[in-house]
């Protein structure tokens, strides 16, 4: 399994950008898809999930209101929609692919990326 995270990059404060991560290697349709994301110094924090059918969508508690996870399943392909960001939001973003169900946890999740640098300037 593959995963590939673009879309990252330099964004002010308030502004919006939207990562993209594209799987193959496996049938993506029937398996949870999260985001996470690291900072310097700290712990892999949970930022979305979404579940196969992509119906169920829980977000992490610093960017409700602000983030959005969506998939594409005919083109292998999930997406993380980011809001009015925030500086605290820098970090590398991660996706990762899950089991049957999502989990907040990532050492629930198989399969990762090698994570896209989203940078927010004040």
């Known amino acids: 399994v593959q995963l590939v995270e673009s879309g990252g990059g330099l964004v002010q404060a308030g502004g919006s950008l939207k990562l993209s991560c594209a799987a193959s290697?496996?049938?993506?349709?029937?398996?949870?898809m999260g985001w996470f994301r690291q900072a310097p110094g700290k712990e892999r924090e949970f930022v979305a999930a979404i579940n196969y059918r992509g119906d169920n969508t829980p977000l992490g508690d610093n960017v409700k209101g602000r983030f959005t996870i969506s998939r594409d399943n005919a083109k292998n392909t999930v997406y993380l929609q980011m809001n009015s960001l925030k500086p605290e939001d820098t970090a590398v973003y991660y996706c990762?692919?899950?089991?049957?169900?999502?989990?907040?946890?990532?050492?629930?999740?198989?399969?990762w990326g090698q994570g896209t640098q989203v940078t927010v300037s004040s």
């Open positions: 990762a692919l899950g089991g049957n169900v999502w989990y907040k946890a990532p050492n629930k999740y198989e399969y």
């Open positions: 290697g496996r049938t993506f349709s029937g398996y949870a």
